[in-house]
């Protein structure tokens, strides 16, 4: 065009399913608080988001869930492949968790930050909580210290959650923070967060 030489490109997203791409392979710990802070509808809108996420997981994928309040205990001592039994088996697991006791974040912190045998391609960890601690700078202290490759994941469960923290440890983990107010938001805010963990 008047003695000069142009051209057009149009770049464009590729289609995922067009264009073959592969999900990477995830290994998720989930962290559930069930001290006494998380009685009455915090534990169950808790319990539904975990039972929700759990139920999202992939094929290729390894969990494991971690609950505390005065103390802490695993569902098993190693993240574990995901299968179908092995999420039935998570599910009833959490099914059966009761609200009681103090909160003892740290020790659960801890757990979920060490590593074991488990090399997939993404660490993450999703901890859902209403984040009612005293001690924030030593967690958030632990988080920037032990992290490592994983992402930290908070879910702010109940009406009242401590946002200021959870949002912090987040930050501090690399990952968001998500707001769950009443039951009825469960799928919904377990369903953005899993999208964009995809």
Not at 162 to 177: C, I, L
Request: aromatic share 6%; hydrophobic share 40%.
């Amino acid at each position: 065009w008047g003695g000069e030489r142009y051209a057009l490109l149009m770049v464009l997203p590729p289609d995922p399913e067009l264009a073959g791409t592969r999900r990477l392979s995830k290994e998720t710990i989930f962290v559930i608080d069930t001290s006494g802070s998380m009685g009455g509808t915090s534990i169950r809108q808790a319990r539904a988001a975990l039972t929700h996420a759990l139920r999202r997981m992939n094929p290729n994928d390894a969990f494991n869930v971690i609950r505390f309040d005065s103390t802490v205990e695993r569902l098993h001592d190693g993240a574990r492949p995901v299968s179908p039994s092995a999420i039935r088996d998570a599910v009833d697991w959490v099914s059966g968790l009761e609200a009681r006791g103090g909160t003892e974040m740290l020790p659960a912190l801890k757990a979920a930050l060490a590593h074991g045998e488990e090399r997939r391609a993404v660490r993450q960890i999703i901890f859902i909580t209403d984040g009612a601690v005293g001690n924030e700078s030593a967690l958030l202290a632990v988080i920037q210290k032990d992290l490592g490759r994983s992402r930290l994941y908070t879910v702010g469960i109940g009406s009242a959650p401590n946002s200021h923290f959870m949002s912090k440890a987040a930050e501090f983990g690399r990952g968001t923070f998500t707001y769950i107010a009443t039951p009825e938001e469960v799928a919904a805010r377990m369903g953005e967060l899993f999208a964009k963990l995809d």
